[in-house]
């Protein structure tokens, strides 16, 4: 019965700690990256209402195509964008005007396969639901 009980608190800890680890640190704090080494790039998307929403989200490019990966529990700048795919792309300072497109398929094996998610990063996250992948291609 006791082992029940220390499981049950340990469960119940770690799901506090990935609660408070993707929203808190994660989404309101939307820390950068890039002095470890991660590519960051801020992504404007709009909801429904026009409303515009600014999230800070590691970036990978392949091949000269920019790409962001849904890969937490919280995933609003992502159902944003797949509505209203004209998004804005800051990156360095530079701003351009891109569109959001799902990547499905072989591209999706490819990318993902590329970027592979480790394990400490998904422990972290709770291990999360399958993740989405996002092309910005240029609206130029």
């Known amino acids: 019965m006791k082992l029940f009980k220390w499981l049950g608190s340990l469960i119940v800890i770690y799901v506090l700690f990935v609660v408070i680890f993707e929203v808190g640190y994660l989404g309101i704090m939307q820390p950068s990256f890039e002095e470890r080494g991660i590519p960051m790039l801020v992504l404007t998307t709009n909801d429904e209402h026009g409303d515009a929403d600014s999230s800070m989200l590691a970036r990978f490019e392949t091949n000269g195509k920019l790409y962001v990966s849904a890969?937490?529990?919280?995933?609003?700048?992502?159902?944003?964008?797949?509505?209203?795919?004209?998004?804005?792309?800051?990156?360095?300072?530079?701003k351009s005007r891109r569109v959001a497109i799902p990547v499905l398929g072989q591209e999706f094996d490819?990318?993902?396969?590329?970027?592979?998610?480790?394990?400490?990063?998904?422990f972290l996250m709770g291990f999360p639901p399958p993740r989405d992948i996002l092309r910005l291609d240029p609206t130029d």
């Open 110 to 122: 490819e990318i993902s396969a590329a970027y592979k998610l480790p394990l400490p990063a998904r």
């Open 71 to 94: 890969h937490h529990w919280t995933r609003g700048w992502y159902r944003r964008a797949i509505t209203n795919p004209a998004v804005q792309v800051e990156i360095d300072g530079m």
